[in-house]
């Protein structure tokens, strides 16, 4: 099984500050069709989780253009420029390369 | 507007069966992939099991293999996992997810909890 390990766990932030999250995979995510199917989730609290970002970088309808992908390979980051209040929550990285799909473990953000 | 509205979850004893649906709308049912993903208490996301827009071709992580079935009716728009010999690890939320024309895993439900436990 592809492992995706994520970090940092958790990140306390202020409003307005910027903040990164790693995911690295133990395997390329290159896929045979050439795409790498590498997804950025938010998990509110309560909340089932919804996809912001696909394909690495490319954005969901309505995801504000303070998220950003990048990355390829193995090495990826979500980027989250002048965080706000409603950013809070647990991201979580995914792969849709290889079966099993993976998870990353989640890095819980809170608001300072 | 897509909506992906899970049911069937509850208490259920272990070895018992469950079967879960995920009825959809706002989208063509019958064009995309569906995906079932649990969430024990207080943990993260684990996917558990897809099938393609058909229903030909289905996938299950190892765990469920042999216990659990994917499931589609296109006619009904629904979907369906079919949860045999149920396990006290088995215990969490279950939500389905479709794909869209960006991708895998687009729109989730807001999921359906299951409870093993005797």
């Known amino acids: 099984d592809v492992v995706m390990t994520q970090t940092p766990p958790s990140l306390s932030v202020a409003i307005g500050q910027s903040v990164s999250i790693s995911c690295k995979s133990s395997?390329?995510?290159?896929?045979?069709?050439?795409?790498?199917?590498l997804n950025w989730l938010l998990q509110s609290p309560g909340r089932s989780p919804k996809r912001l970002i696909y394909q690495v970088s490319k954005l969901d309808s309505g995801v504000p253009d303070r998220f950003s992908g990048s990355g390829s390979e193995k090495d990826f980051t979500l980027k989250i420029s002048r965080v706000e209040a409603e950013d809070l929550g647990v991201y979580y990285c995914?792969?849709?390369?290889?079966?099993?799909?993976?998870f990353g473990s989640g890095t819980k953000l809170e608001i300072k | 507007e897509v909506q992906l509205v899970e049911s069937g979850g509850g208490l259920v004893q272990p070895g018992r069966s469950l079967k879960l649906s995920c009825a959809a709308s706002?989208?063509?049912?019958?064009?995309?992939?569906m995906h079932w993903i649990r969430q024990a208490p207080t943990k993260g996301l684990e996917w558990v099991a897809s099938?393609?827009?058909?229903?030909?071709?289905?996938y299950y992580r190892d765990s469920v293999k042999g216990r659990f079935t994917i499931s589609r009716d296109n006619a009904k728009s629904t979907l369906y996992l079919q949860m045999d010999s149920l396990r006290s690890e088995d215990t969490a939320t279950y939500y389905c997810a479709t794909d869209n024309g960006d991708g895998w895993f687009a729109y989730w439900g807001q999921g359906t909890l299951v409870t093993v436990s005797s």
């Open positions: 995914l792969q849709g390369t290889h079966l099993p799909f993976t």
């Open positions: 395997q390329s995510l290159v896929a045979s069709d050439k795409n790498t199917y």
């Open positions: 706002g989208f063509t049912f019958s064009n995309y992939g």
């Open positions: 099938i393609s827009p058909s229903g030909g071709s289905t």
